[in-house]
C-alpha cells in the first residue's frame, strides 16, 4: 500500500510538473504587441471642441441664409393682403387727390366680382349724385362737374374689387363736400351666389395752401429716428459677429497647431 501510494504521488508530481512546463514555453512563445507611435497623432477632444463649434456655426449659418431665402421668395410669389385704411380729407386746390375707398372680404379664398359707385353730396346740397361707376372694366363718368377730372385708382386687372379708390385731377373749392363709396359685391360659391353691400364715407375739404399737422411731423421724426436706431443696431451686431467668428477661427488655428 505504501508503495502504491508513493508510486501514484510520484505520477502526479511529474504530470503537474510537466503541465506547467508546456504552460510556461507557451507563454514565451506568444509574440509581444508593441504601440506603434503614429506619424500623425489624433487630436485630443479638447483640441476637437473648438472645430467641432466652428463648422456647427457656418453650417447653422447658411441653413438660415437658406431658409431667408426660401421666405423671401415664398412672399414674392404671395398677394398682398388687403387692409382697410381710411382716406386723406384735405386738397390743395389745383392738385390733384386721391380719394380712398377700400372694402376687404371677409374671406380673401372666396371667389367674387364687384362693382363701385361713387355718389357726392356738395356743400349746401341734401341729396347724393351719383358720379362715377366702375365695374372691373369700364369706367363712367356720369356727372358733368367731374368729366375728364376723375380716372379710376383702385384694384386693377380683376372685377373683384377691393379698393375702389379714385384720383380727382385739378381739385377745385366746388369739389369739398361729402363722398360716398358704394360696394356691391356677388360672392361665388359652389352651390349659389350671395350678395353683399358695403360703403364708405369721405369728407373732403379743399384749402388754397397744404397745411401739416403736427402729428404728422411727429410720425416722420419717429420714422428717421427708428431707421437710424436700427441701423446703428445692425452695425453693432455685424461688428459683434465679426469679432466672435474671428475669435473663434484664430482658436481653431491655435488647436488644430
Known amino acids: 500500500c505504501l508503495s502504491f501510494t508513493y508510486s501514484t504521488h510520484l505520477r502526479i508530481v511529474q504530470s503537474l510538473s510537466a503541465a506547467d512546463l508546456n504552460y510556461t514555453t507557451q507563454r514565451r512563445q506568444v509574440p509581444v504587441i508593441q504601440q506603434i507611435p503614429l506619424k500623425h497623432p489624433l487630436p485630443s477632444a479638447s483640441r476637437m471642441a473648438p472645430t467641432a463649434h466652428h463648422f456647427l456655426s457656418s453650417m447653422t449659418a447658411r441653413c438660415f441664409l437658406f431658409l431667408g431665402v426660401l421666405c423671401a421668395l415664398w412672399v414674392s410669389l404671395c398677394n398682398g393682403a388687403c387692409a382697410e385704411v381710411d382716406s386723406d380729407t384735405e386738397a390743395v386746390a389745383g392738385n390733384g387727390f386721391k380719394l380712398g375707398c377700400i372694402s376687404c372680404k371677409m374671406r380673401g379664398e372666396v371667389e367674387a366680382s364687384a362693382i363701385a359707385d361713387w355718389y357726392f353730396r356738395a356743400k349746401g346740397e341734401t341729396e347724393f349724385v351719383h358720379i362715377y361707376t366702375y365695374d372691373?372694366?369700364?369706367?363712367?363718368i356720369i356727372?358733368?362737374?367731374?368729366?375728364?377730372?376723375?380716372?379710376?385708382?383702385?384694384?386693377?386687372?380683376?372685377?373683384d374689387l377691393q379698393d375702389a379708390s379714385i384720383y380727382i385731377q385739378n381739385v377745385t373749392f366746388n369739389d369739398s363736400g361729402v363722398y360716398r363709396c358704394f360696394f356691391r359685391r356677388t360672392?361665388?360659391?359652389?352651390?349659389?351666389q350671395y350678395e353683399t353691400t358695403a360703403s364708405k364715407v369721405v369728407h373732403l375739404t379743399v384749402v388754397a395752401k397744404a397745411t401739416r399737422g403736427m402729428a404728422s411731423i411727429i410720425s416722420e421724426v419717429m420714422m428717421y429716428v427708428s431707421?437710424?436706431?436700427?441701423?446703428?443696431?445692425?452695425?453693432?451686431?455685424?461688428?459683434?459677429?465679426?469679432?466672435?467668428i474671428a475669435a473663434a477661427g484664430d482658436e481653431a488655428l491655435r488647436a488644430s497647431a
Open 187 to 192: 360672392l361665388e360659391y359652389e352651390a349659389y
Open 143 to 159: 356727372d358733368d362737374r367731374f368729366e375728364d377730372r376723375v380716372a379710376w385708382d383702385g384694384s386693377k386687372k380683376t372685377s
Open 227 to 244: 431707421i437710424i436706431g436700427l441701423q446703428l443696431w445692425l452695425l453693432v451686431e455685424m461688428i459683434y459677429c465679426y469679432r466672435k
Open 136 to 140: 372691373g372694366e369700364t369706367s363712367i
